[in-house]
């Protein structure tokens, strides 16, 4: 098998007393979707925040790439190719899908060839392109992203993560809050990801959706790894059951 | 009755939705047909085709707007400007004064330029205060603006020695009165920050990065704008914006007041509002707002001219400003799909 993109070993993170995370390992590999599961509290947010640098690992390594990484923000996280897509998906309502897609990096071109102008042709033109490649239709990009449906928005955040040239993608949650038609669209989201050789990490309350598209689970208990189980060799009462501690 | 599908699709009613887009427009295009029948069967003239009315209306709109055209940058990203009024007279009394100095020792022409130098020194100063209040302390907008609004009103009082201040000065003079190629002096300075500010808000970074800002601050944080340093730019551009209305308040009447600004502060906000920007953030255009200080200038000089009693004129804006805002929800829902809980 090949290096791993992302590999985190004997992960701790404290806050005072509290040991949110306790010792977690784990490998992933370019291509490969790994479901993280677990109860409220188990830890999934402290561990997914500790590897895209909202925090910082008390003790323990993460390698990206080869690579041993601490990131000191989210923002040197996504530069180094680890995105977060939150539920919230932070985008800007009002603005269409190209300015989302390029929001913060515009590209600039000369309007009468004198005064510097957003270049919102070429945002359209490469935002379209992008979102295509997620196999997703959009009726128009010229309207506000408000316009669009719960899986076409996490469409929008998926394609800006993959313009920039993401390689390993966290979502916390995105099938909540969704409709059921919505859930699948999100569900073939990841599968176009992994087909795209993109590295997916999603934390999820749905054993259905974890089911229908992890290759992997892992899953977290009081802050430590209390199992992790290949997709196809488990079933879902044994991960519950390696949820609430009864295995 | 709900207005969105299951997922958010938007309804299809073009035709509505479109003239629920351009209704400003409709609405100053029906004033000034109204004034124009009017004025046909009560005086037997034209009130659209008359240099005089429309040199008038263009001067009326151009006060108002000034202090509008930051105040929309300002409510785009879901802030608010109240000082915006008190900023004016301040420019206004400042530069009256800094002419009476420097006009004998520097001449008529570097009098004035000191004069600008100094109002737009005077008024960065509540700008770039009402800036870091919002931005870095965190003080929301309408309270931190509406301190300025007081400081602002008693520094334009104080620099004024409790009076109005007059000045007479030929460049200045003409600046205020004089016109180039039959167009109003004032209007041509104010065409001028319309061109500029329409082309930074619709084609700039800095204005993506505003409307951005007001659609979801936290997308524009993660996004890596600097959202502070942007936010304390708004006022310090809405001071300027400001500035300048008070320089051209004092070279129309020769006299710098501290109350300059006073009346205008709500028709500033009401330009904006009727020309479809959000209070919540956003939303909004310079155009938008240009078309909605027409109409409140249409609506005051068509209502004096027709022989109304003017106060007339504050029930009119009042009921304008209201059915815009109306106008605007319902073309929110047509457009977008917006989903509510009602």
Redesign the interface.
């Known amino acids: 098998m090949s290096e791993p993109v992302l590999s985190v070993r004997n992960l701790t993170k404290r806050f005072g007393g509290v040991h949110a995370l306790e010792g977690v390992d784990f490998d992933l590999h370019a291509g490969e979707v790994l479901a993280l599961a677990g109860d409220n509290g188990a830890g999934k947010s402290t561990l997914i925040k500790t590897i895209c640098g909202v925090h910082q690992a008390n003790e323990g390594e993460i390698r990206f790439r080869g690579q041993a990484v601490s990131f000191a923000n989210p923002r040197a996280a996504r530069e180094a190719g680890i995105e977060t897509i939150y539920q919230d998906l932070a985008l800007a309502d009002n603005l269409d899908v190209g300015a989302n897609v390029f929001l913060g990096r515009e590209p600039m071109t000369r309007r009468w060839g004198l005064f510097p102008a957003l270049d919102r042709a070429r945002m359209a033109r490469e935002a379209k392109r992008v979102i295509e490649t997620l196999d997703i239709a959009l009726p128009r990009l010229d309207r506000p992203v408000r316009a669009l449906s719960g899986g076409q928005r996490q469409a929008v955040a998926i394609g800006r993560a993959i313009f920039w040239n993401a390689e390993v993608l966290i979502m916390d949650e995105p099938t909540a809050a969704l409709g059921v038609p919505e859930q699948r669209k999100v569900v073939a989201l990841i599968r176009g990801l992994k087909a795209a050789n993109k590295a997916v990490i999603f934390i999820s309350h749905n054993l259905a959706d974890i089911f229908a598209v992890a290759d992997r689970i892992l899953v977290l208990r009081r802050g430590r790894k209390a199992g992790e189980r290949l997709t196809a060799e488990t079933n879902g009462d044994e991960v519950v059951k390696l949820m609430v501690g009864s295995a | 009755m709900s207005v969105t599908t299951?997922?958010?699709?938007?309804v299809s009613r073009p035709l509505l939705a479109a003239l629920a887009g351009a209704w400003a427009w409709i609405f100053l295009v029906f004033l000034l047909g109204f004034f124009e029948i009017w004025a046909r069967l009560a005086y037997h003239a034209s009130f659209v085709l008359n240099g005089f009315n429309l040199q008038s209306i263009a001067v009326f709109t151009a006060q108002p707007f000034l202090l509008a055209v930051g105040q929309t940058f300002v409510i785009i990203a879901g802030g608010i400007d109240l000082s915006v009024g008190f900023t004016m007279g301040l420019a206004a009394v400042i530069l009256a004064q800094a002419v009476r100095l420097a006009d004998p020792l520097l001449g008529p022409w570097l009098g004035v330029l000191a004069g600008f130098l100094a109002a737009l020194v005077a008024v960065a100063i509540p700008g770039l205060i009402n800036g870091l209040l919002v931005s870095r302390l965190k003080v929301p907008p309408f309270i931190g603006t509406l301190g300025m609004y007081g400081v602002a009103e008693g520094a334009g009082y104080l620099a004024a020695g409790g009076t109005t201040v007059p000045v007479s000065n030929p460049v200045l003079f003409w600046l205020g009165n004089g016109t180039l190629f039959g167009v109003p002096a004032p209007v041509v300075v104010t065409l001028v920050v319309l061109a500029v500010l329409h082309?930074v808000l619709s084609?700039?970074?800095y204005g993506?990065y505003t409307?951005?800002i007001?659609?979801?601050r936290?997308?524009?944080v993660?996004?890596?704008?600097d959202v502070r340093r942007h936010t304390e730019l708004l006022y310090l551009l809405s001071a300027f914006c400001a500035g300048i209305g008070g320089c051209i308040y004092t070279a129309r009447f020769s006299a710098g007041a501290a109350q300059a600004g006073e009346p205008l502060l709500l028709d500033s906000i009401a330009a904006v509002v009727i020309g479809g920007a959000s209070l919540f953030g956003?939303?909004g255009t310079i155009i938008g707002t240009l078309i909605g200080a027409l109409i409140i200038a249409v609506i005051q000089y068509g209502l004096v001219f027709i022989d109304v009693a003017p106060f007339w004129q504050f029930i009119a804006v009042g009921i304008v400003i209201v059915v815009s805002v109306l106008v605007d929800q319902s073309r929110l829902a047509l457009?977008?799909?917006?989903r509510t809980d009602e």
Not at chain 2, 6 to 10: A, N
Not at chain 2, 222 to 225: D, P
């Open positions: 299951e997922i958010g699709e938007p082309y084609q700039t970074r993506q409307y951005a007001g659609g979801n936290q997308a524009a993660r996004a890596g704008i956003g939303s457009t977008s799909g917006v």
